[in-house]
């Protein structure tokens, strides 16, 4: 949109009416209501972001030292979809390792729950074998 001619309250104006979620829809109303203050772009990002996005909020302040903040936000935009795709990547790659030590853990309760109940078995049959051969050293 900035790159159609659109002012940053313009662009944001058009985004925040295009916005289906109420919280971003809330997160928009904040920042237009920075920027309508006379706040800078970057500053405004920051009180209406609640300092959640420092990368972002970094970006647009550099871009707005350079004054080419369209390809400043590219930019940003190309970081957070491989930031998404790698960590994606990470929690499918740290699925299997957690999916063996559940099973392992859960084959190791089985195992010492297995024990329990044969030993409880075996005092009862060691207990009466006892009683038996005092019966008859007696």
Not at 16 to 40: C, D, I, N, V, Y
Not at 44 to 49: G, N
Not at 52 to 81: C, F, H, M, N, W
């Amino acid at each position: 949109l900035l790159r159609a001619g659109l002012t940053v309250v313009e662009a944001v104006t058009v985004l925040a009416e295009k916005e289906t979620s109420p919280k971003a829809r809330a997160t928009m109303s904040a920042l237009l209501e920075q920027l309508r203050e006379g706040q800078r772009f970057s500053t405004a990002l920051e009180v209406a972001l609640e300092k959640r996005a420092p990368i972002l909020t970094a970006t647009v302040r550099a871009s707005e030292q350079t004054g080419d903040l369209p390809k400043g936000l590219a930019r940003y935009l190309d970081y957070a979809r491989a930031f998404g795709q790698v960590r994606q990547h990470l929690r499918t790659v740290l699925i299997y390792p957690a999916i063996l030590i559940v099973v392992g853990v859960a084959l190791d309760m089985v195992e010492k729950l297995n024990s329990q109940l044969l030993n409880r078995n075996y005092e009862g049959f060691m207990s009466a074998a006892a009683a038996r051969r005092g019966r008859r050293g007696g």
